[in-house]
C-alpha cells in the first residue's frame, strides 16, 4: 500500500500569518495517462470533509485563492498563505493512483 | 446543484448486515466513478470501495472484501454499499464520494455493538 506520511500532524497559527503542511507519499503517483492523482481535503469541525485541491495544484470551485498546493513525484505541500479563523480544521492529503487508496494521518490546523 | 445523500445506517449487532444506499443528482451520475470512503470516532479518513461507472468494476480495500459489496443503478442515480459480517471495528460514519474526491455526502453513522 503507498503511505502517505504528513507533517507537522498539529499546526497552531496566528490569524493573517502563512501555513504549510507537507506530504510525503512512499511510492511515486503518476499515473500510466500521466496524471497525478493527488489531492487535499479539508475538514472543518463536525463537518463533511471537502476537497480543495486537485491532481496537485489546482484550487477547486469556491476555495479560496490564499490555498496552494504544489509538488511532484512523492513530495507535496498545501500552503495557506494567510490564515484566517475558518481553516481550523483537519488537512488530509490522499492519494487515487493505486488502489488501495490512501490518505495520511491529517494535520490538524488550530489558532494559536 | 450537486447533492450527495446517504441513508441506512444504524445500530447493528456484531455479525449483523446493513445496507447504504446514496442518492445522486445534480451531475452526470452513470458517467462517474463512486466511492464508499469511512471516518471511525475520531479518527482519520479510509478508502472503503470503488465502483467504475457501469458497475463492472469494483475494488475493496482488504478489511472490507468478502463481508460489504459496492453496487450502484445507474437508472435511479444511486450508489449502495451492502455491509454483511459487521464488526465492532467496521464502526464510522460512511460518505458516498464522487470519483476524484470532489463531492461528499454528509455521511450515515455506522455503529457495529451488542
Known amino acids: 500500500d503507498v503511505v502517505m506520511t504528513q507533517s507537522p500532524l498539529s499546526l497552531p497559527v496566528t490569524l493573517g500569518q502563512p501555513a504549510s503542511i507537507s506530504c510525503r507519499s512512499s511510492q511515486g503517483l503518476v499515473a500510466s495517462g500521466g496524471n497525478t492523482n493527488f489531492n487535499w481535503v479539508q475538514q472543518r469541525p463536525g463537518q463533511s470533509p471537502r476537497r480543495l485541491i486537485y491532481?496537485?495544484?489546482n484550487r477547486d470551485s469556491g476555495v479560496p485563492d490564499r490555498f496552494s498546493g504544489s509538488g511532484s513525484g512523492t513530495d507535496f505541500t498545501l500552503n495557506i498563505s494567510r490564515v484566517e479563523a475558518e481553516d481550523v480544521g483537519v488537512y488530509y492529503c490522499?492519494?487515487?493512483?493505486?488502489?488501495?487508496?490512501?490518505f495520511g494521518q491529517g494535520t490538524k490546523l488550530e489558532i494559536k | 446543484e450537486v447533492q450527495l445523500v446517504e441513508s441506512g445506517g444504524g445500530l447493528v449487532q456484531p455479525g449483523g448486515s446493513l445496507r447504504l444506499s446514496c442518492a445522486a443528482s445534480g451531475f452526470s451520475f452513470s458517467t462517474s466513478w463512486m466511492y464508499w470512503l469511512r471516518q471511525a470516532p475520531g479518527k482519520g479518513l479510509e478508502w472503503v470501495a470503488n465502483i467504475n461507472p457501469d458497475g463492472g468494476d469494483t475494488y475493496y480495500v482488504d478489511s472490507v472484501r468478502g463481508r460489504f459489496t459496492i453496487s450502484r443503478d445507474n437508472a435511479k442515480n444511486s450508489l449502495f454499499l451492502q455491509m454483511n459480517g459487521l464488526r465492532a471495528e467496521d464502526t464510522a460514519v460512511y460518505y458516498c464520494?464522487?470519483?476524484?474526491?470532489?463531492?461528499w455526502g454528509q455521511g450515515t453513522l455506522v455503529t457495529v455493538s451488542s
Open positions: 464520494v464522487i470519483g476524484g474526491g470532489q463531492q
Open positions: 491532481k496537485v495544484s
Open positions: 490522499m492519494q487515487y493512483t493505486r488502489w488501495p487508496h490512501t
